[in-house]
Structures are given as C-alpha cells and as structure tokens.
C-alpha cells in the first residue's frame, strides 16, 4: 500500500489557495481536521501586527513564542517594542516599525533604541524595513543614526522605507541616509 498523498501536502497548492482567502477563511479552514490545521497554520502566523490597542499578556506573548519560526512580516507599533525585542524573532523577512499616530507629537517615552537595532540586527535574512514613527519618537537624536548603522550592516536588505515628519527632515539626514543605503549595497 502507498501512504495516501493530500493535496493539502503540496505548499505551492496551499499558498495559492491561501492568496484568495481571507484571514478568518484560514482560521475557518484550521478547524476543518488536524492534517489542515497543520497545513494552514503557517499562513495564519505568516504576518502578524501588534497595534497600540493590542495589551501584550503573558498569554498573547507564550502564543507568539509558540509560532514564532512561521512570522515572517511584523508589523509593531512603538509601545510593544522593547516587549517584541526580546523574544529572539529571527525568521522575519519584513519588519514594520510604526505609531499609530504619526502626525500627531505624542506624550510617553522615546523609542528605545537598544530594542530596535536588536529587533533588526537578529534577522539576518530581513529585507524590507517600514520606519513611521511620529515626531516625537525622533526627539530622540540616536534613533535615525543608529537605525542607518543598523542598515548598514544588513546586506539582505533591499527595500527601506523611512517616513519622516516635516520638521525632522534636513539635507544632513538625507546624506547620511543615502551613504548608509549606498555603503550596504
């Protein structure tokens, strides 16, 4: 006798299937028997975001752990990202750091910087970087050189994304900015 071979087995056929269903789809097809939970469950955890409104307990953070070899794109707002640092996050690809509010200037701490370049510097494979934070968080004149640093050191990254709040902008920063991308390549 031949083991029985599920179409479900084939990742190309289940990525295609994926790319047509929504979130809730997935987490639907999940329930359907254990061989589809299995097949399913690393598209569910595939990308994952942590908004500002997103409490982070000890629950949530045991599930990230659990899952955490699937996540490949992250998308964290500034209030979770000392929590996310260190929970040894190595298999992303793509990595959003953001506040929800960004045009508006923002009470509560700076990023800290330790946590981002951390964040960065364990994912050797990252490609994409979305960098959105709001005015206040660039206070903080460590953050934009220690984020180019970071850059700097990461060949695989090949798409960045820096959104700058009006006032932060300066000739010196967009230098600094394109020596450190060219200097990667």
Request: hydrophobic share 40%.
């Amino acid at each position: 006798m031949s083991p029985l071979v599920s179409i479900f087995d084939i990742t190309l056929i289940v990525d295609s299937i994926c790319q047509s269903l929504t979130l809730y789809d997935i987490q639907a097809c999940m329930r359907v028997s254990r061989h589809w939970s299995s097949a399913f469950k690393p598209r569910v955890w595939r990308t994952v975001k942590l908004p500002s409104i997103v409490s982070l307990t000890q629950e949530k953070i045991s599930t990230i752990l659990e899952n955490k070899h699937w996540i490949r794109s992250l998308a964290v707002d500034v209030s979770h990202i000392e929590q996310v640092s260190g929970l040894s996050l190595t298999t992303l690809r793509g990595l959003v750091l953001y506040n929800e509010n960004f045009e508006r200037t923002g009470d509560g701490d700076s990023v800290q910087v330790d946590a981002v370049i951390a964040l960065i510097d364990s994912n050797g494979s990252l490609w994409s970087l979305e960098v959105d934070l709001n005015w206040y968080h660039y206070q903080s004149r460590n953050l934009s050189p220690a984020l180019m640093f970071a850059i700097g050191r990461h060949p695989s990254l090949t798409k960045l994304t820096w959104h700058v709040p009006n006032d932060h902008i300066s000739p010196a920063f967009i230098n600094c900015l394109l020596y450190v991308c060219h200097k990667s390549i």
